[in-house]
């Protein structure tokens, strides 16, 4: 059995260079993923009214 380790290690690069672009998108956008929360829970989704399927 063998083993790429060159590919091994540059997939597993991009999987931390991804994860770490991931937390420093949410740790910039914070503010406004929060302010989207309180928004949505304050005054429900803009489109409610106009689903098919509900959850009711």
Not at 22 to 32: D, M, P
Not at 33 to 46: C, F, H, V
């Amino acid at each position: 059995m063998k083993f790429n380790v060159s590919f091994i290690s540059e997939a597993a690069l991009a999987a931390a260079v991804q994860k770490k672009q991931a937390r420093a998108w949410g740790q910039e956008n914070a503010e406004a993923i929060q302010e989207r929360r309180s928004g949505i829970e304050g005054n429900a989704l803009p489109l409610a009214d106009h689903q098919i399927l509900k959850n009711d």
